[in-house]
């Protein structure tokens, strides 16, 4: 339940009345006032903004003119704030100094504490503002208690006006009493599943979430799966699954499920499966280290080696073959060197890959001649796998073969290069002019050789092969509009 908010309004000329008639007082003051077992970090700023948070749309800065000591903190802008959160319980009563001193004519100098319960839900906020005072004014005591379900306490200083502005210094807060502890207290108990497993197996995992505190536990929590080497969990196990739960009542248990899978580079032997409820302490709990609960998980199969693929090309070992026929570059097949090394695992014990629909095989570390590829297919992707760990790969994209050696010369270079005519797309409506669905196109595209004697050159086009020769415009017609854009290939 979100209670409504108590606004007290402070005016020099009226101090008399509210002095007498609220459960807290100020005066002016010139120097910091006391404060015994302050439970705020950095209250007079004098390490900047440490510990602090800030929050809107203004800006938040120190500054040197203090109540006390070297700096204060100064806020601008409406609903500009700074504040610090701490865990409270219910009932909990607590105290708040500050010195405060407004710096614009707008908007008011405001401190306040707020209750949040375990989800940083507002319960209550108790506040006062400082209508006046262009100096330093010191409020003595602003208390409050915590109501039910209260899980944080958040002092706060803020701003209501989009001019206004004020400096705040010498924060104070104390509390009186432990509260009444109607807090949760959550527990992990009851671990079912089949604890023998080999590594890379799915897991089944059923468990029970109790609360055994004094109330719900309010808001959200997360409830992890780890895997470790002991019986000590600790936040760096390996993770297999979190699920986020909410609002876990009081008393009994809840039966939950998790899914998921183990790590395919587990080791044989045993090992821990934990189950940790409220892993990041989203809960304010009776008992902090009770949330756990873990099984002896037992790896009966070797996941498999680390593994990580390296590719070399060895320089210099590509070469053309003519296979006996120089005069006739069309059969020219050309080879390479391939070096596979797997850099985690010295003992793995090979390799394999499809290269252009042929298998090979090889120790790693050791050369492999790949033989026989034709120079007229043009440049190859290929992977190499691992052997006994397929999962374990790596692709090498756009290896280049040589140029031809047939005549014991290279062929002559070709590059070619194609642009489109300026000006030449052109729609035809086929003389239909009520009906856009016959609506035909054309284009010019000019192709150039860098081969000043190369023959010509050829496409296809949907579905239609159309040729032409180099240095001229080719025009391309008869294409269905509503079939959109074309891509060219030019050969």
């Not at 929050?55 to 700074?82: C, F, K, M, P, Y």
Request: hydrophobic share 35%; net charge negative.
């Amino acid at each position: 339940m979100l209670s409504t908010s108590r606004v007290v309004t402070l005016d020099l000329l009226t101090l008399v009345t509210f002095l007498l008639t609220f459960s807290f007082s100020f005066c002016t003051s010139l120097n910091a006032q006391s404060c015994n077992a302050n439970l705020l970090e950095n209250p007079g700023f004098e390490s900047n903004l440490e510990n602090w948070d800030t929050n809107g749309t203004g800006s938040v800065a120190t500054s040197l003119d203090a109540n006390s000591g070297n700096q204060s903190v100064e806020i601008e802008g409406d609903g500009n704030r700074i504040y610090q959160t701490l865990p409270a319980n219910q009932g909990q009563t607590f105290t708040l100094k500050a010195s405060v001193k407004k710096l614009a004519a707008n908007g008011d100098a405001n401190i306040g504490i707020k209750f949040l319960d375990g989800g940083y839900g507002l319960l209550s906020f108790e506040y006062a503002l400082i209508e006046n005072p262009s100096d330093f004014i010191s409020i003595n005591n602003l208390t409050a208690m915590a109501p039910a379900q209260t899980a944080f306490i958040e002092v706060t200083a803020f701003t209501n006006a989009a001019s206004s502005a004020i400096r705040v210094d010498d924060f104070c807060l104390t509390v009186d009493g432990s509260g009444t502890g109607l807090r949760p207290d959550l527990t992990v108990s009851n671990l079912r599943g089949d604890f023998f497993i080999n590594a890379g197996d799915p897991f089944d995992l059923t468990f029970d979430l109790g609360n055994i505190g004094e109330q719900i536990a309010f808001g959200d929590l997360t409830v992890g799966v780890f895997i470790s080497n002991d019986n000590q969990w600790d936040p760096s196990d390996f993770k297999a699954i979190e699920e986020t739960y909410s609002n876990v009542p009081l008393g009994g248990t809840t039966d939950l499920t998790a899914v998921f899978t183990t790590p395919t580079t587990l080791a044989s032997g045993n090992h821990y499966l934990f189950v940790v409820a409220d892993i990041y302490n989203e809960i304010n709990e009776l008992i902090e280290n009770n949330n756990s609960s873990f099984r002896i998980l037992e790896v009966g199969g070797l996941g498999p080696d680390p593994c990580a693929i390296e590719i070399t090309v060895v320089d210099g070992s590509i070469a053309c073959n003519d296979n006996g026929t120089p005069d006739d570059e069309t059969d020219d097949t050309w080879s390479f060197g391939l070096l596979p090394v797997n850099t985690l695992n010295s003992n793995a014990a090979g390799w394999q890959s499809e290269i252009n629909g042929v298998s090979y095989q090889g120790q790693y570390n050791e050369i492999e001649l790949i033989t026989g590829l034709s120079i007229g297919q043009g440049n190859i992707d290929f992977v190499v796998r691992d052997s006994e760990n397929p999962d374990c790969q790596k692709e090498f994209q756009n290896l280049t073969p040589p140029l031809s050696c047939s005549n014991g010369t290279p062929p002559p270079p070709c590059l070619i290069t194609a642009d489109l005519v300026g000006n030449s797309i052109n729609c035809d409506d086929n003389n239909t002019p009520d009906d856009p669905d016959d609506d035909r196109w054309s284009f010019s595209i000019l192709i150039n050789n860098s081969n000043p004697l190369a023959a010509g050159w050829e496409t296809n086009i949907n579905g239609q092969n159309i040729q032409g020769a180099y240095g001229s415009a080719k025009l391309i017609d008869g294409l269905a509009i509503s079939q959109g854009s074309v891509d060219l290939a030019i050969r």
